[in-house]
Structures are given as structure tokens and as C-alpha cells.
């Protein structure tokens, strides 16, 4: 069964910065392409960013390009999204998931960026 736990959301100051993460199991973590995906209040699910197995093909939205870097650890199961320069339009529930484009997600972490 496909776990994923996210981790390390809170609250932000305008221009702060977060790390999240993200623990995986029940699937071979290192050959998963794995995306971060999130959902402000009242809308629809937006994707963040996506990476390739081997951490070589990365892809992000354009919201969030130059602000936000994604990143794995293999050996740790780990996923990572380091997110800088945060706005109060980057308030939402932060879910990893398994896939480059689609698959399961896990239950997310709070991001709220406010003054």
C-alpha cells in the first residue's frame, strides 16, 4: 500500500521561507517519478512540481519557478520541497504524490503564509 506523510508546513511570513517533506512507503521510492501538488481554500488542486527517479527531469509551475526547489533522497524515501521567496497566494494544503503527472496523494500539510 502506497504511504505518504507529509511534513513541515506552518506559518510564513511574506518573503520567508519553508522546507517540506515528505516520508514514502509500501513502494520502490527510487524508481518513482514523485510531484507536489496544492489546493487553496475554495479551489481546485493546482501542480506545483514534479521529478523523475533519478532527481534528472524536473518540472515546475510557472507560479512557482525560481522560488520553489524540489528534491529527493533515495536512500531516505524522502522527498523535499524547499520553498523561498513565499507569497500569501502560496497559502494552501501541500500534498506529495506518486507520479511524474498523476497517482495517489497523500492527506497533506498546512502552508499559510500571512504578516
Known amino acids: 500500500e502506497v504511504q505518504l506523510v507529509e511534513s513541515g508546513g506552518g506559518l510564513a511570513q511574506p518573503g520567508g521561507s519553508m522546507r517540506l517533506s515528505c516520508a514514502a512507503s509500501g513502494f520502490t521510492f527510487s524508481s518513482s517519478s514523485m510531484r507536489w501538488v496544492r489546493q487553496a481554500p475554495g479551489k481546485g488542486p493546482e501542480w506545483v512540481s514534479s521529478i523523475d527517479a533519478g532527481g534528472g527531469v524536473i518540472r515546475y509551475a510557472d507560479s512557482v519557478r525560481g522560488r520553489f526547489t524540489i528534491s529527493r533522497h533515495n536512500a531516505a524515501n524522502t522527498l523535499y520541497l524547499q520553498m523561498n521567496s513565499l507569497k500569501p497566494e502560496d497559502t494552501a494544503v501541500y500534498y506529495c504524490?506518486?507520479?511524474?503527472?498523476?497517482?495517489?496523494r497523500g492527506q497533506g500539510t498546512q502552508v499559510t503564509v500571512s504578516s
Open positions: 504524490a506518486k507520479g511524474f503527472a498523476d497517482g495517489p
